[in-house]
Each structure stands twice: as structure tokens, then as C-alpha cells.
T-cell receptor
Framework: DTAVSQTPKYLVTQMGNDKSIKCEQNLGHDTMYWYKQDSKKFLKIMFSYNNKELIINETVPNRFSPKSPDKAHLNLHINSLELGDSAVYFC??????????FGQGTRLTVV | SQQGEEDPQALSIQEGENATMNCSYKTSINNLQWYRQNSGRGLVHLILIRSNEREKHSGRLRVTLDTSKKSSSLLITASRAADTASYFCATPPLGDYKLSFGAGTTVTVRA
């Protein structure tokens, strides 16, 4: 069983569209994250949730809206996509007092 | 700037040699974690060292932590081609849910 799974793996879309990325973890962790990794491999934290509550929002444009329906899920919805949103997005869980587990990433390409 | 920063940015070594990379951070931490990322994949946890530990081993990996200098090092001994990857440190600050990463060290092991 995959510990942290995110879908889709690839997403190609046009500027201005709205898209969602889903993330699920089966590890029972309280904390989940979204990260954006750019072409230079810099891994930037976007959001952190703990027990379905938003803990960290790292000055991400409000076009990005995370949603956590329960502790096991943290989805990312992006409105009005821009070229600069092209990146690989990673979901992760755990990680503060224990190791973090990462999803395989979603490569978003905005054309 | 980021809480944790790796040095050097890139490292190229011959198979069988050792590779050393460093991580510096700014604030007091609960623990320090090292991760590996193979091209196109998510991050994989390698070692977690707690703030009251000075050294930890896992297979061919050795991690040291110097809290007085706010720095850590990761040593990979007897490197193999499969060690070619980017290595990141993460330093969750005390009492914080922010698991943030540096820009990573890209290690290339030549056959």
C-alpha cells in the first residue's frame, strides 16, 4: 500500500484554467503539507495542516486553496492558473517529530 | 532565507569515494532530518537526528549534529552509482509545524 498517494502524476493545462490535485495518506499522521519544487529543485513549503486545521500558509497567492476534509486527505485547488505555476507539487505527511513521507509528485505544466 | 541550507550545491565524485555535505540552520530545532531525492521522484527519508544526539549511523550513512554551531553533516561512505541524487536537510524549529528544506546538494557518482 502506498503511504502517501497523490493524483494525478501529470497535469497539462491552459492558462486561466482551474485544477485540483488530490493527496491521501494512510499513515495516521496528524500533519500534512504541500510543497512546490521549481526547475532549480528548490523545495518551497506552501501549506501545513495539523488535524485538518491550517497551520502554515507561506505567502502563497490566494489562487491556491488547500482543503482538508479529514486527517487523511489534503487536496490542493488552483484557480486561474498562470505560467509561473508550472512546477512539481509534492504532498507529504508526518515530519515534525518523525520522518516525513512524500508522494510521488504532480508535474503541472501550464501552457 | 530558508531555515536550513545545504553546502555544497553540487558534488561530483568517483565510485568508491566518500561524499560529505553540510547543512546549516538558524533557529533552535527539535531534530534535523536528511532526505534523498532521485530524479523525478519524491523525497525519501534517510536519517533523523535529535537535538540531544551528536552522531548517528545508518548503513553507509553517517550524520553529525553540532547544535552550538547550528550545523550538521551527512557522510556517504564508499559511494555507488545509485547514490546519485539530490540530498536535502530539513530542520523543524522547536514548537513549529514547519518542515522546510534547503536548496539541496546534488551528488553525482561517476562509474
Amino acid at each position: 500500500d502506498t503511504a502517501v498517494s497523490q493524483t494525478p502524476k501529470y497535469l497539462v493545462t491552459q492558462m486561466g484554467n482551474d485544477k485540483s490535485i488530490k493527496c491521501e495518506q494512510n499513515l495516521g499522521h496528524d500533519t500534512m503539507y504541500w510543497y512546490k519544487q521549481d526547475s532549480k529543485k528548490f523545495l518551497k513549503i506552501m501549506f501545513s495542516y495539523n488535524n485538518k486545521e491550517l497551520i502554515i500558509n507561506e505567502t502563497v497567492p490566494n489562487r491556491f486553496s488547500p482543503k482538508s476534509p479529514d486527517k487523511a486527505h489534503l487536496n490542493l485547488h488552483i484557480n486561474s492558473l498562470e505560467l509561473g505555476d508550472s512546477a512539481v507539487y509534492f504532498c507529504a505527511s508526518g515530519g515534525v517529530n518523525t520522518e516525513a513521507f512524500f508522494g510521488q509528485g504532480t508535474r503541472l505544466t501550464v501552457v | 532565507s530558508q531555515q536550513g541550507e545545504e553546502d555544497p550545491q553540487a558534488l561530483s565524485i568517483q565510485e568508491g569515494e566518500n561524499a560529505t555535505m553540510n547543512c546549516s540552520y538558524k533557529t533552535s530545532i527539535n531534530n534535523l532530518q536528511w532526505y534523498r531525492q532521485n530524479s523525478g521522484r519524491g523525497l525519501v527519508h534517510l536519517i533523523l537526528i535529535r537535538s540531544n544526539e551528536r552522531e548517528k549511523h545508518s548503513g553507509r550513512l553517517r550524520v553529525t549534529l553540532d547544535t552550538s554551531k547550528k550545523s550538521s553533516s551527512l557522510l556517504i561512505t564508499a559511494s555507488r552509482a545509485a547514490d546519485t541524487a539530490s540530498y536535502f536537510c530539513a530542520t523543524p524549529p522547536l514548537g513549529d509545524y514547519k518542515l522546510s528544506f534547503g536548496a539541496g546538494t546534488t551528488v553525482t557518482v561517476r562509474a
